[in-house]
């Protein structure tokens, strides 16, 4: 009876020892270390070769795997994008290896453009001043010019004679009737004046500053110049009157600066004539 229980012991110790090195065999293969001290914590494997205990196995923990799982597809993208911004790195030095002598040569043909340009902007610059001269030397010529006419024109006018345009103009400093300031005129080769643009109407009235005799006068009722010509254009003010002999008033507004009175009435006057 002995014997028999011996055997059996035996036999269990058989079990336990060949269960013991098919499990060494195993994590061998697996390159994990027998050693307790190397065993990670997820895969601690504790063997109990005692006769009376049976050998016991601790697997990893679910959490642990999952984990793994997750790091290990996180490694996976990163090298897959590390790969892709390899090939792109490696494309786009290929391509600047590449364009170089383009580059140069657009470089090349910019530098010749700015050369060029220089030297057209500084043929400019000499056609510039020799433009400015040119302009200098006419406003030269056109200031000498004028000033030349203008002494020309004035010496066309007598002494104490206004110029404007093509006439000569006197203003008097005495006074008479209307019929004696035209005989006056007509003593200095001219007339009393006719008034027929605007620009002697502003001119006279501007230069004068009092009341004058101008060569207007009223016959059958219609106003007529000493030149036979009938009124056209007229500046007579609120207060002309009704008279039959037409005068101009010195520094009134041009465009309404006429006024009426009777004929034998004395005052100044302004005499015209040309050249």
């Not at 006197?170 to 300031?181: I, K, V």
């Not at 009223?218 to 500046?235: C, F, H, I, K």
């Not at 207060?239 to 009426?260: A, F, H, V």
């Amino acid at each position: 009876m002995e014997l028999h229980e011996i055997t059996g012991k035996m036999d269990r110790i058989s079990e336990l020892e060949e269960s013991k090195r098919v499990l060494e065999t195993s994590v061998e293969e697996r390159g994990s270390p027998v050693s307790s001290k190397q065993k990670s914590a997820s895969e601690n494997i504790s063997v109990e070769t005692s006769p009376g205990q049976l050998l016991t196995t601790v697997l990893p923990d679910p959490k642990v795997w999952n984990k793994f799982g997750v790091y290990r597809a996180l490694c996976l993208m990163l090298s897959f994008l590390c790969l892709a911004l390899l090939v792109v790195v490696i494309i786009l030095s290929v391509k600047s290896q590449s364009q170089p002598p383009v580059c140069n040569e657009t470089v090349k043909r910019g530098e010749a453009k700015v050369e060029g340009g220089y030297v057209i902007g500084e043929r400019n610059e000499g056609e510039v001043e020799r433009s400015r001269s040119t302009q200098v030397c006419n406003l030269k010529k056109c200031k000498a010019l004028y000033w030349e006419q203008l002494n020309r024109d004035c010496e066309k006018c007598e002494k104490g004679w206004l110029h404007f345009e093509s006439y000569c103009y006197f203003l008097s400093r005495n006074r008479m009737t209307w019929n004696e300031s035209r005989e006056e005129c007509q003593k200095r080769k001219g007339d009393l004046v006719v008034i027929d643009n605007q620009r002697l109407q502003t001119f006279l009235t501007n230069n004068g500053n009092l009341l004058y005799w101008i060569g207007l006068r009223q016959r059958t009722g219609t106003w007529v110049w000493v030149n036979n010509t009938v009124l056209g254009q007229s500046y007579w003010s609120e207060s002309s009157g009704q008279y039959d002999c037409g005068l101009i008033m010195g520094r009134d507004p041009p465009e309404r600066s006429w006024k009426t009175s009777p004929c034998h009435i004395s005052t100044f006057y302004i005499c015209q004539r040309g050249y």
